[in-house]
């Protein structure tokens, strides 16, 4: 469904009750709080926009979404009449948003959950004006949305800040259709950035606690310059009004997403073809790296960009395009952002030394699979073959036995893990039977006597944990494994 009554989805952040749900010039130096807004809210409220949706739902749909009485219930009777005089009538549900003009000729930027699905789009203006709207492009990992309207006369516009310079403190505006009341402006600070709320790929939200509710989806957030600084999305919330945490897609990932939706119709993301790792404390460890930064290279897409530049399995991204990558969750939105054709140099950490490379960044397939490594399946255990006591595994050499018995293709070549013991630093990391070691260390290993040799190696070098590139149903992944104090 359109727009802010669709249901709200759970946030994978919050336990029970809490929901994630979607909402329907930069300052340079500190200052205090301002005696008034109203002057700035004079000048920017006509530039945004109240969005309604109308969206028409088939008589199964529609009838589907009627309430689930409990048995005996008075209202049982008049449902079951409305059911039956409505059978075949089509139903239409509307939905309300907000949104803001960036161009005078009548583009304004919004939501995609907020227009999605809909047959017809009105825009109502800060005067009262009405016009019909059409989509432009559409967005739905970044969850932007760009319509059109047709005026008589050029519109005022809202213009695009510089989000990176939003410091935590710094005030903000928001200015949105809560609950379908009308332009409404709610004040509050920048809580907080960077905040990953498991919405999309390419998370970076702004938080405020600027007062945003259901109908605000797809306003602006914007500086005390009166420019536009975020576009707001989402709030959590036990109750599904604001409890002064919301969030904002940074100006900075909102127009470059624009501009291709005005350019395009469609998002056109850089890719460079490689399924990427968090670093965690225990890999970081295992590599002898002083910190968690940098993205791990798990595997490179055959004939890709990265496989053409010298990217390789194992490798640590430290730096693209001339910027630091502190963590695996920046690395996929530089690379989105990256212009397609564009060569950039890639500096990679490869077994203790620093690598520097070139890639071509090419078009996302949108259809392609997520680079995130999808959780891995359990498979059944055997008998144990050959114990390595430090990490707490059973393991034996990849024979056809043992191909037959966990249903390995002859492609993988390792050595597979036949047991785990439960209170073993191996199942800390879910490594479980079936499962085939295919490196220690960055180096391809073929039997137990392998493993336990490299893994040996590293404890007598003083690591407090091993590297390994483990595969399961197909899909290779680096596990840190810690060594713990086991001899």
Excluded: C
């Amino acid at each position: 469904m359109a727009g802010d009554h669709a249901k709200p989805v759970r946030s994978a952040l919050l336990a029970t009750p809490f929901l994630l749900l979607y909402l329907l010039g930069t300052p340079a130096f500190a200052r205090g709080v301002p005696d008034s807004f109203a002057d700035l809210a004079s000048r920017l409220l006509p530039t945004v926009v109240n969005i309604s949706t109308t969206q028409t739902l088939k008589a199964d749909a529609a009838q589907a979404a009627l309430p689930d009485l409990p048995p005996g219930s008075p209202l049982q009777d008049l449902f079951k009449d409305f059911q039956r005089k409505n059978r075949n009538l089509p139903h239409h549900v509307t939905a309300l948003g907000s949104g803001f003009v960036i161009d005078a000729s009548g583009l304004i930027v919004t939501n995609n959950h907020v227009i999605d699905g809909a047959d017809q789009i009105a825009v109502t203006f800060n005067d009262g004006t009405v016009l019909p709207a059409t989509v432009a492009g559409r967005d739905e990992k970044t969850d932007l949305a760009l319509v059109r309207v047709n005026p008589k006369s050029p519109l005022p516009a809202a213009r695009f800040g510089d989000s990176d310079r939003a410091r935590v403190g710094d005030w903000v505006i928001a200015i949105g259709n809560p609950f379908g009341l009308g332009s409404s402006v709610t004040a509050g600070i920048v809580s907080a950035r960077n905040r990953n709320i498991a919405a999309g790929p390419y998370d970076d939200f702004i938080q405020t606690d600027a007062p945003i509710n259901r109908g605000n989806s797809g306003g602006p957030l914007f500086d005390m310059d009166g420019n536009v600084v975020g576009v707001t999305s989402a709030i959590f919330s036990p109750s599904g009004g604001s409890v002064g945490v919301g969030f904002a897609i940074p100006s900075n990932m909102a127009r470059e997403t624009i501009a291709q939706l005005r350019a395009y119709g469609q998002a056109r993301r850089g890719w460079i073809g490689v399924r990427i790792q968090q670093v965690t404390s225990d890999i970081a460890d295992s590599l002898g790296l002083p910190s968690q930064t940098g993205a791990l290279v798990a595997d490179v897409t055959a004939g890709g960009p990265a496989a053409n530049g010298g990217v390789q399995n194992g490798d640590l991204i430290t730096r693209f395009d001339g910027r630091p990558v502190s963590d695996s969750r920046v690395l996929p939105r530089m690379v989105a952002d990256t212009p397609v054709g564009k060569t950039v140099d890639v500096e990679v950490r490869r077994k203790d030394r620093k690598e520097d490379l070139r890639v071509t960044v090419a078009k996302l397939d949108e259809t392609a699979a997520a680079t995130i490594p999808p959780k891995i399946s359990s498979l059944s255990v055997p008998k144990i073959v050959s114990r390595l006591s430090r990490l707490g595994l059973a393991m034996a050499p990849l024979d056809s036995a043992m191909r037959e018995k966990y249903r390995l293709g002859s492609d993988v070549q390792g050595v597979v893990i036949t047991d785990v013991d439960p209170d073993s630093p191996a199942a800390e990391k879910n490594l479980q039977p079936g499962d085939v070691i295919l490196e220690v260390q960055n180096e391809a290993v073929r039997t137990p006597d392998d493993v336990t040799k490299r893994v040996d190696a590293g404890a007598k070098a003083g690591r407090k944990a091993v590297l390994l590139l483990v595969s399961r149903d197909g899909q290779a992944n680096y596990v840190g494994v810690s060594l713990g104090d086991a001899g």
